[in-house]
């Protein structure tokens, strides 16, 4: 599997190589991949550092050998890897990070963790003391969210609406079994799933932006 995951990312990197060479901006080289790799494909973020990159002047589509440097290092290499491995499948657990990469488990979940970006609207229990500080702890990253745009977070405008149709008319018998059904229900959902829903987000921001920051709506 590692040896599938190297020769992806060396493959999405000689595909950037070659269309920075062809005069492409980053946006249409990250739109055009998008479409060739969906949910496997490179976050905007990483197209936009490798055509960087490349436009520089790098030629290698390799990883850069760090002599004396162990694989636990969080080197920019390894958090890379990482990402890949979640984008190219949604239900990879930390173990199987740390077993294809080489890595202690506790390497690969600071890194998880550390690269956690959460977006959910404004309301009371996501905005109070408690809520923030434990964001704030696990070293996530928060979106900014406008004001009075309920239907802007993923949670509102993706996943809400499944988990509701699924569970409806299910009489439950305690906490812990809405908890059991919902987190099953999380960890059986396809990568295409949550894919989809990340590709709306992009839409919904854009459309944000053009409005002012006024409300969004379906």
């Given at each position: 599997m590692a040896d599938q995951e190297a020769c992806s990312r060396i493959e999405q990197r000689?595909?950037?190589k070659f269309l920075v060479a062809e005069g492409c901006k980053p946006v249409e080289i990250h739109r055009r991949m998008s479409t060739v790799y969906g949910a496997t494909c490179f976050s905007r973020k990483n197209v936009y550092k490798w055509a960087k990159l490349f436009k520089e002047g790098r030629s290698s589509v390799e990883d850069e050998d760090r002599p004396g440097r162990p694989t636990e290092v969080r080197s920019p290499e390894v958090i890379e890897s990482v990402i890949d491995l979640i984008q190219s499948d949604r239900r990879v657990t930390v173990d199987d990070i740390a077993r294809t990469l080489s890595l202690s488990v506790g390497t690969a979940h600071k890194i998880v963790?550390?690269?956690?970006?959460?977006?959910?609207?404004n309301a009371r229990p996501h905005?109070?003391?408690?809520?923030?500080?434990t964001i704030n702890e696990l070293g996530?990253?928060?979106l900014p969210h406008p004001?009075?745009?309920?239907d802007l977070a993923p949670s509102d405008f993706h996943l809400f609406g499944p988990l509701k149709a699924f569970t409806r008319g299910t009489k439950f018998e305690s906490d812990d079994e809405v908890k059991s059904v919902v987190s099953d229900w999380l960890r059986h959902q396809s990568k295409d799933f949550y894919a989809e829903g990340i590709r709306k987000l992009v839409h919904r921001w854009e459309k944000c932006?053009?409005?002012l920051g006024d409300y969004v709506e379906k």
């Open positions: 000689s595909v950037i963790h550390e690269g956690v970006i959460l977006h959910h609207d905005t109070a003391a408690r809520t923030v500080q996530w990253e928060l004001p009075y745009s309920p932006v053009t409005v």
